[in-house]
Each structure stands twice: as structure tokens, then as C-alpha cells.
């Protein structure tokens, strides 16, 4: 029964991690991304690893998106991939 | 952040909308409210990392969190109040002093690097002194991630 | 190049499952990672780390004892490579007192 939970989490991540590559809006990647990390914490929570889940909601959420989000602003929004 | 099209034609350098303060009162207000709420789960995160996940990096990353929301709302201006651009790298860098100051103290009074049983708090019990020689170098862990986050948005930001 | 990504993307899936498929159950004492002694029969400091965290610092919280006090060299390192970040981020991205 435990496998069939993180089986649906690492479903979803892989969907996520497809949005986040094919996605043109790089704003729209960075949230995709932030998704992608909270999705790493619950993998993190199932496995019983709570102080790596916290950090990676936290560093994932807050740094990582407010850091992309300041760095798009003073290039490009668009991809040119 | 409405993607006009004159945008990626313009100079990065010259954009300097991100340091002034936000034009809609509602993320003006909505900042202004939640900020202490979201220092003190900081605080909180930072403390109660004895008896709970969490500890000296995630509650900096929060704290951190808290400051950059005002950073973003307020404006770089405005917000120098509540920590000043200059002082973010020498109080990161003395957070690490504070961690390398316990190590320190523990090698000078007779005992190893980062051994907290030899630091020179009165009155306290082995397994005491162990606890609060945690709760010193979670301290220095705390203020370097905190003010080398701010700094490194300060700095995006100061083109 | 994309379809190179999707490419690795799948096969990253395949390790996932992969693993989740052959963990052992949460909290088995019979798996190998609970052992006191590793396959080498030699003794495992997180035997010892389990038994005597909450002896010698009074914390409960065995995490914050393992990184701060019994890996404390560690999170010396990495304390200092976090700062070392912001250093190179203020030397790389600090434009304005730059004398040309």
C-alpha cells in the first residue's frame, strides 16, 4: 500500500518536470518548478525524512522561485528554445 | 510583471521597477501584515529546533523569506530599515564567527574543535552544555544563510 | 534536444519506480539499514547515535544532535560554502563601485 502513494508522487513529479522543459513562459516554469519541489517534500514526508522535506519546501519554495523570479525580470521572460 | 513588449528591448540594467514600492494597496497592505507573522514562524522554527524538525538553515531560509517579502512590496528604500543593504555580508560572515568562536573557545579551554563539553558557561551540566553549545553554532547557521540570502537580492538588484 | 530530455526523463521514471518497488517497509527491523552491524561486521555509528543522542545532549531531536553536534565539522563546511555563495554573488554581480 506504501508503494502506491509515493508511485502516484513520482507520477505527478515526472508530469511536472515535462511541463517545467516544454513550457515557452519562463515565469510559468519557475512556479512548474516550485510545484516540483513541494512535490520532492511530500516524496520526502512518505519517506519518513522530515528535516530534508521542510528544507526543500522551504529552500524550493521561498529561494529558489523569488531568485528566478528577480533573474527573468532583468533578462527575458520568453524562451527562446 | 505584464509582459509589455518594449520590456525585452530595454537595457536589464536600466529596469529599476523591482526596487520601487508596488502601486496596488492590496499587496502593499497584504506585505505588511504578513510579515511579522512570517518572522516569528522563523523565529519559532529556529528555537524549537531542538524538539522538532527544523533548526538553524530552515529557519534562516525563513527568516530570510520575511525580509525579501518587504524587499519586493515596500522597495529596496523602504525596507533598508529593517536590515541595512551595507551590513548583510559582515553579519553573514559573523554568523560564521559566532560557529567558528564556539569551535574555538571549546580548543582553547583543554578540549577538541567543537567538543561544547569545555565551553565556559557556569553552572550547567555536561549534557546542558552540549545543548546550548547547539543552540550557539544554530546561532551562526541562522544569521549566514539569512543575511547571504538578502545579499545576494540586494545585489541582483543593485545593477 | 528535447526528445533527448524526454528520453532521460523516462528512464529516470524507470529508476523511481524501480526503487520505490524494491524498499523494504517502513520501520522493518529485519532490513539492512537497521542493523548495528553492516554486512562486514563492522558496528554502525547510527546504532550508537540512536542510543545515546538523547543521553548526552538532553535534545529530542536526534537530527539537530547528529548535524550540530556530532557532525558539527560538517556544518562548519557548509555554513562556510553558503557564505562563500553570497561572496561570489557580491564580487560577480556588484557593478556600481567597480573603478574602470
Request: hydrophobic share 50%.
Amino acid at each position: 500500500m506504501d508503494w502506491m502513494i509515493e508511485f502516484t508522487l513520482f507520477l505527478i513529479l515526472i508530469v511536472g518536470a515535462l511541463l517545467v522543459l516544454g513550457v515557452r513562459d519562463l515565469l510559468v516554469a519557475v512556479v512548474t518548478l516550485n510545484v516540483f519541489s513541494f512535490i520532492t517534500a511530500a516524496i520526502m514526508v512518505s519517506l519518513g525524512a522530515i528535516d530534508v522535506a521542510f528544507t526543500e519546501a522551504v529552500v524550493g519554495a521561498g529561494a529558489v522561485g523569488l531568485f528566478s523570479i528577480v533573474a527573468i525580470r532583468r533578462t527575458s521572460r520568453r524562451s527562446e528554445d | 510583471m505584464n509582459g509589455s513588449p518594449d520590456r525585452d528591448q530595454r537595457d536589464p540594467c536600466l529596469d529599476e521597477s523591482l526596487k520601487e514600492p508596488t502601486d496596488s494597496i492590496i499587496v502593499d497592505i497584504a506585505s505588511r501584515v504578513i510579515t511579522p507573522f512570517i518572522l516569528l514562524i522563523g523565529l519559532y522554527v529556529f528555537f524549537h529546533g531542538h524538539y522538532s524538525p527544523g533548526g538553524g538553515f530552515q529557519g534562516g531560509v525563513l527568516l530570510a523569506a520575511g525580509i525579501l517579502l518587504l524587499r519586493l512590496s515596500l522597495g529596496v528604500a523602504v525596507s533598508q530599515a529593517i536590515m541595512p543593504t551595507r551590513m548583510t555580508l559582515r553579519l553573514a560572515a559573523g554568523g560564521v564567527l559566532v560557529f567558528l568562536g564556539t569551535g574555538l573557545a571549546a580548543v582553547f579551554l583543554g578540549g577538541n574543535f567543537l567538543d561544547y563539553h569545555y565551553l565556559p558557561l557556569p553552572g550547567l551540566s555536561p549534557e546542558y552544555l552540549r545543548y546550548y553549545g547547539i543552540l550557539l553554532i544554530e546561532v551562526g547557521v541562522t544569521a549566514t544563510v539569512m543575511l547571504t540570502l538578502v545579499a545576494i537580492y540586494d545585489e541582483l538588484l543593485g545593477c | 534536444m528535447k526528445v533527448l530530455s524526454y528520453i532521460v526523463l523516462a528512464a529516470f521514471f524507470g529508476i523511481l519506480v524501480r526503487a520505490i518497488v524494491e524498499l523494504p517497509p517502513r520501520g522493518d527491523v529485519s532490513s539492512p539499514v537497521h542493523q548495528q552491524t553492516n554486512a562486514t561486521g563492522t558496528p554502525v555509528a547510527g546504532a550508537y547515535y540512536i542510543q545515546n543522542a538523547y543521553r548526552d545532549t538532553r535534545t529530542p531531536n536526534m537530527v539537530t544532535v547528529i548535524l550540530g553536534d556530532y557532525r558539527s565539522f560538517d556544518t562548519l563546511g557548509e555554513t562556510i560554502v553558503v557564505l562563500a555563495g553570497g561572496v561570489a554573488c557580491f564580487f560577480i554581480l556588484n557593478t556600481r563601485r567597480r573603478k574602470p
